[in-house]
């Protein structure tokens, strides 16, 4: 058997559903956990899914997908756009890494147009609302299968 696919999440994105809809939509956190979860199953993979206000946490959970995860989706919420240590953590994950937006920050204020996370990601989704979490899930998928 595979090692699980973890889906780590950021500050605020326990927020999501009650809080700015029209920005993020009205689908919950443990809405996508529960599509993201089914979604690996039909793809052969176990899933770890957690949520984050921490960025020590965040950075201690990319250290165990190091050895634990075959692939890293990530969505690091505000601390993609501030956290060279969230960074540094990422260069040491060996599999395939996605970035993954609900929102597009390209179009929204300049400070969301980088993101240190980038830098270390095989790919980035962004901009599809929830859905954004299932092309991640299959692109890092894709990526194994090479
Ligand atoms: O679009 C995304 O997924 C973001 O990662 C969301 C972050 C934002 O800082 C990034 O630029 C783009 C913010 C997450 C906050 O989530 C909330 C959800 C509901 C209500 C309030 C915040």
Redesign the pocket.
Known sequence: MSLPIFVLN????????????H??GSTTLADIEASCRALAGELGYDLVFRQTNHEGELIEWVQEARTAASALVI???????TSVALLDALKNVPGPIVE??????AQ??SF?HH?YVSLAATGVV??FGAD?YAVAIRAAVAVLRR
């Open positions: 950021g500050p605020n994105l326990n927020l999501l559903g009650v809080r700015e809809p920005i993020y969505n690091p919420a505000g601390y993609g756009h993954c937006h609900l929102s597009n920050p929204r204020e969301r993101t962004a901009g954004s």
